[in-house]
């Protein structure tokens, strides 16, 4: 008899509250970074997340967070702070982004505090992570697809670095930011209100522990974890049993192969021993780019992968992981990089890819799970701008997130709209057009959905959006780097492809500049930035859709007539309604 079954059944009720309570930690953490961070990226785009881990490093809730932010990473950072540091105290602080050590990229600052009871015992840790509109790299972006290596890239690297003692800054980590950074005072607002986010997380764990007891919080995190193990067993064993490999190709770029870097995952379902198992292993060494995976995203981007498929939602946390094994190869593209592989854009693009391979291989073994392929970032709409303004003299640095990828589709719905990237699951906010107006000196003029752009399908991918842009009275720098305009989101199951990504600059003389898949170019003021997002790859014939669907779809502008009748074998009369004879007629014809 194991541990887990003499152990006394846990009352459910007082499970689910203090598990919520939990929960309302990190969504205060959170709140905390969204309204005092300085960054737009952080406090327009909410590119954050806030995570708890135990003692023991095994991670306890995530509420509200990017997925490939912490579910595969928050241990691994909170480990690296220990092994580091193996005697923290209470005040201390600590300060990480190496992807080295656990952590996403380099741009994604964390802090980590951890949290001890009234005798000294650490019992929990907290981290709160934000993207940084600048963290030191060589050139004005936190996107360098294109580094040879992290000395090309630049960054400053923070290997769980101790930046508070006795809650008080070590004045001498804070200088070194300052005069690396491009915009030191907007990073020192941010990593104030990281410094807060985390704090505040702290003292939310202090208070529940003396109210509830120490020792009943740690022991509710084992009983948390093992329902969600049981939860997580019960899911799998209802998925068809089968192994199945798939790849996902992204776009090449310099001293890559030419057709593109191929994310492949093998991966095995087993009903009987509720295990689901990828195996990332075979697939190529890392690359002189900066797309590679960092640890945590390729672990996290094939764990994302799996919770995408599953026919009913888990809870991402220690318990449900036990049923999910992620086999990574050290110095492999998607694995685990050594020093000093750039993995500058590890937190999107590649790992999007890997993504996609574990949902399409989940929806090959059983078609009422996995997903289609979902459109990939990062585009010239979600790029880093950055400049003098000419309205007060400032240096600008900051990520605009005006659009990016469509979703994909599934055995049950559409395409999610707003995805952004796989690894962000729709968290970030698209930008407010009049926000980034008045916070940089840019004219946004065109943003919307393109019409019959999805992978067509029973269920379709969301379609892409144009976005058109342009510096006012100066120019600007543009980073980015991104996918999809070579290799478009796939179909499955007789799903269609999306239309890929495209983008170039018009200046006003009517001159056209094509831009590539990843790059750093100067923006002048009679320029106009044109980015094209890619859709998202459909699921199922599309033969098969509910005409009534795409009736409403035309009607909504998704898609074309020409569309409904060409691709769907729907026909849709002129006031929008389903020619139900029509459309029965030209399905009977195939």
């Known amino acids: 008899m194991t541990a887990t079954e003499t152990r006394p059944k846990p009352d459910g009720v007082r499970l689910a509250i203090t598990q919520k309570r939990f929960e309302g930690v990190t969504r205060k953490m959170a709140n905390t970074l969204l309204r005092t961070a300085r960054s737009g990226v952080i406090n327009t785009a909410r590119d954050f997340s806030c995570a708890l881990v135990t003692a023991d490093c095994e991670l306890l809730t995530a509420a509200d967070s990017y997925p490939i932010h912490v579910i595969g990473g928050a241990d691994l950072m909170a480990r690296a702070m220990l092994d580091m540091h193996p005697d923290p105290k209470p005040g201390d602080a600590f300060l990480h982004n190496s992807p080295y ?3 996403s990229h380099a741009a994604d600052h964390t802090i980590l505090v951890p949290v001890f009871d009234d005798d000294g015992r650490h019992r929990f840790t907290v981290l709160a992570k934000a993207h940084q509109a600048d963290c030191g790299n060589s050139l004005p972006t936190t996107y360098m697809g294109n580094a040879r290596d992290v000395y090309e890239e630049g960054a400053l690297i923070f290997p769980a670095v101790k930046v508070q003692t ?13 005069m690396r950074i491009r915009v030191p005072n907007q990073w020192r607002g941010d990593y104030l209100a990281t410094v807060g986010a985390a704090r505040i997380g702290e003292q939310a764990i202090v208070r529940m522990g003396r109210e509830l007891g120490w020792d009943a919080l740690t022991q509710h995190a084992q009983d948390w974890f093992d329902l969600c193990e049981q939860q997580m067993i019960a899911c799998i064993r209802g998925i068809k049993a089968g192994r199945a490999r798939a790849t996902s190709m992204h776009d090449p770029l310099p001293r890559t192969p030419p057709e593109g870097i191929p994310a492949t995952a093998d991966v095995t379902v087993d009903p009987e021993a509720a295990l689901i198992t990828v195996d990332m292993t075979d697939n190529i060494d890392s690359l002189p780019v900066g797309v590679n995976l960092s640890h945590a995203c390729a672990r996290t981007a094939a764990l994302v992968g799996v919770f995408n498929s599953l026919p009913t939602p888990m809870q991402p946390n220690a318990g449900s992981l036990r049923r999910i094994v992620v086999h990574l190869r ?29 949902q399409c291989a989940l929806a090959a073994i059983d078609p009422t799970i996995g997903m289609a392929e979902g459109g990939a970032a990062i585009p010239p709409a979600a790029g880093v701008i ?4 000419p309205r007060n003299g400032h240096a600008f ?18 395409g999610w709209l707003s995805l952004f990237s796989m690894g962000n699951a729709g968290m970030p906010f698209y930008d407010s057009v009049e926000v980034d107006e008045m916070l940089h ?7 919307r959905l393109v019409a019959d752009s999805e992978g067509a399908g029973m269920h379709r991918g969301a379609p892409g959006i144009l976005t058109e842009y342009r510096p006012v009275d100066c120019d ?44 750093q170019v100067l923006v002048r003021r009679d ?31 998704w898609i074309t007539r020409e569309r409904a009748r060409d691709v769907y074998k729907a026909v849709i009369a002129p006031d929008g309604s389903v020619d139900t004879a029509a459309t029965a007629a030209l399905r009977a014809a195939l």
């Open 101 to 103: 050590h656990g952590n």
């Open 166 to 178: 006795g809650y008080k800054d070590i004045q001498d980590i804070i200088n070194i930011c300052m």
């Open 330 to 358: 050290e110095g492999c593209v998607v694995g685990i990089p050594s020093h000093p592989t750039s993995t500058s854009v590890a937190t999107t693009n590649l790992g999007d890819r890997v993504t996609n391979a574990v």
């Open 386 to 389: 950055s400049g003098v303004d």
């Open 397 to 414: 640095v900051n990520e605009v997130i005006l659009a990016a990828a469509g979703g994909a589709g599934t055995p049950t719905q559409d």
């Open 441 to 447: 000196p840019m004219m946004i003029g065109t943003r």
């Open 476 to 519: 600007f720098e543009l980073g980015y780097c991104s996918d999809g305009t070579v290799n478009a989101a796939k179909g499955t199951r007789g799903g269609l492809d999306a239309q890929p990504a495209r983008q170039w600059l018009a200046a006003d003389d009517g001159t056209i500049t094509p831009l590539g898949t990843s790059e």
């Open 527 to 557: 320029q106009t930035v044109v980015s094209y997002s890619t859709a998202g790859g459909g699921y199922g014939d599309p033969a098969t859709r509910d005409p009534e669907r795409i009736a409403k779809d035309v009607r909504e502008k």
